[in-house]
């Protein structure tokens, strides 16, 4: 066993400045941040932020960047817990010029850059949408033409996190492609899937493994856990699956 | 399945305290089922307590780390040994 | 990082402290999970419970034979190491006492040891004179099994991680072997009213 000097560095904690902050669903909302000597993320990574009452008390909590690399100030997407300590005051309490302490970028393992290729899958549980939409975006900044299809699970449209610029991103881009499903409520005249994903889904929406497409999964542990047990089972590489659980909720 | 379990790079912050460098691109290899993986690919326990990351194959600790005011607690005897890819 | 940088308008959550607690815990409403590993699914159908270590025979029960065995409702108030507290919890489980009864040993020390591979140590004394319990039984319902269940160890006088969830025996020892936390920076004994939470302490 060994005790470990603390380090300082580009991995150390540095504060951020919230320069806009935007309704994402009912209930999330994003914040964008710009941090001062930012080195830049690959997408997929996330940042811990770590909140300090005045009586010296800290809670800490890792969120996702939604934004692409090429893009200078970063996005994160944070959805209100109700019996959550860090995610009411971001979402209700937290202001633009508010600072906030941060650490990144993290986690080189669920990240993608666009000279990878494809084709991409991408499978997104609420809120896990966040990392997936930085490669979304980067995907799209970087000029790639690689295949890359998402499956999207949210409680209804109104919760469909980035709904309008998935549209107007797939409109434009014959090699994007997003299906939808909405679990808990649908627009009328919905004709799209409208339960939790499963089996069947996954095995009319998710690439061939003879495409040995790289999979991304990122939500809450049960949705992740569930899609990359079945996708195995549908003949994919699990090599070539990486997950993010978000644990019991979205993170 | 656990529903509060997470992937090891959860844990990705936490390591650069103890490792100074990106640690969840790291190569472990398990020292009870000899199984080699990824640490953000195993599987991570992180409470107010302590944090393991166990064996994604066979559930066997390979790091454990708890933090208190004394400093940082780590365990590395559950693998045989950690490959890094280079400075970040 | 910066010293005096804190999160204007952050309070964290407001936490209800009481005369009747330990230094430095608060209330808490639910009953947090925290877990160092997966939540084992033993079958009760081979699930046993052992003393073994420093006795002349070891011995065992079945689950049949744990539930046959006389138990006791117990109403404690339970200390978690994180801060979190809980009063007047309830509980049903068998004595340890009851188990140790007719075993001889020189043993001072015991290890709990779990499935998943968790161990807590403690002093022989500090799980006998009715200090201690195999609880199955919480709020009136089955053990759960994030909490615990079928069944756990129970002493309450010490910090809550000495109550080893999922425990499947005490191996009794003449030296005390420290065991999961406190081999990672966590006091030996754990007494929440002198505070001991880490070494040192």
């Not at chain 2, 640690?23 to 326990?45: K, L």
């Not at chain 3, 002093?123 to 319902?141: C, K, N, Q, Y």
């Not at chain 3, 030296?175 to 880490?198: K, T, V």
Request: charged fraction near 25%; glycine fraction near 12%.
């Amino acid at each position: 066993m060994a005790e470990i000097r603390r380090l300082t560095g580009r991995l150390a904690w540095r504060i951020g400045e919230v320069v806009e902050t935007r309704p994402a669903a009912p209930r999330t909302r994003s914040l964008y941040l710009e941090v001062p000597g930012w080195e830049g993320h690959k997408a997929g990574q996330h940042v811990d932020v770590r909140l300090t009452a005045e009586d010296g008390y800290q809670a800490q909590r890792s969120y996702s960047i939604a934004s692409a690399p090429e893009e200078g100030r970063i996005e994160l997407v944070v959805e209100h817990l109700d019996d959550g300590e860090v995610s009411p005051y971001l979402t209700d309490e937290l202001r633009t010029e508010d600072k906030l302490e941060l650490r990144g970028p993290i986690g080189g393992w669920f990240a993608w850059e666009a000279r990878e290729g494809g084709p991409l899958f991408l499978v997104a549980g609420g809120s896990g949408i966040a990392p997936l939409m930085a490669m979304i975006r980067h995907r799209a900044a970087a000029g790639s033409d690689a295949a890359c299809r998402l499956l999207y699970s949210s409680r209804s449209r109104e919760d469909t996190i980035f709904a309008g610029e998935l549209d107007r991103l797939t409109a434009s881009d014959g090699s994007l492609e997003v299906v939808y499903t909405l679990t808990r409520s649908q627009p009328s005249g919905w004709t799209g899937y409208a339960r939790r994903i499963d089996d069947e889904m996954l095995a009319e929406v998710a690439p061939t493994p003879e495409q040995r497409p790289l999979v991304f999964v990122c939500g809450p542990t049960p949705l992740v856990e569930s899609v990359a047990t079945s996708l195995v089972g549908l003949g994919h590489d699990a090599g070539r699956i990486k997950t993010e659980r978000f644990g019991l909720t979205g993170g | 399945m656990d529903e509060r379990r997470l992937d090891g790079n959860a844990v990705g912050g936490l390591l650069v305290e103890v490792f100074a460098f990106e640690a969840t691109t790291a190569e472990g290899a398990c020292d009870r089922c000899g199984a080699v993986a990824h640490v953000g690919e195993q599987m991570a326990y992180v409470t107010e307590i302590g944090t393991v990351v166990r064996c994604a194959s066979c559930d066997n600790a390979l790091i454990r780390i708890a933090q208190n005011p004394r400093g940082y607690f780590l365990d590395l005897r559950g693998i045989s040994y950690l490959r890094f890819e280079g400075a970040p | 990082m910066s010293a005096g940088f804190f999160s204007r308008g952050f309070r964290g959550r407001r936490r209800q402290t009481d005369d009747r607690l330990p230094p430095g815990q608060y209330l808490v409403d639910g009953f947090p999970v925290l877990s160092a590993g997966p939540t084992p699914r033993t079958p009760l159908e081979t699930w046993d419970f052992s003393i073994v270590g420093e006795v002349d025979e070891p011995k065992r029960w079945t689950w049949e034979e744990l539930r046959a065995l006389p138990s006791e409702e117990v109403t404690r108030d339970i200390h978690c190491v994180t801060k979190w507290s809980k009063l007047g919890t309830r509980w049903e489980g068998v004595s340890v006492d009851t188990l140790l009864e007719g075993v001889e040993t020189a043993a001072e020390y015991v290890t709990a040891f779990c499935d998943g591979g968790y161990t807590t140590n403690l002093p022989l004394e500090d799980v006998t004179g009715g200090r201690a319990w195999i609880a199955f039984s919480f709020d009136g319902a089955p053990l759960e099994p994030e909490h615990g269940g079928p069944a756990r160890l129970l002493v309450p006088h010490l910090y809550f991680w000495k109550s080893a969830k999922w425990v499947r025996g005490l191996r009794l020892l003449t030296r005390d072997e420290p065991g999961f936390w406190e081999s990672l920076g966590y006091h030996n004994y754990g007494d929440p009213w002198r505070e001991q939470r880490y070494w040192g302490d």
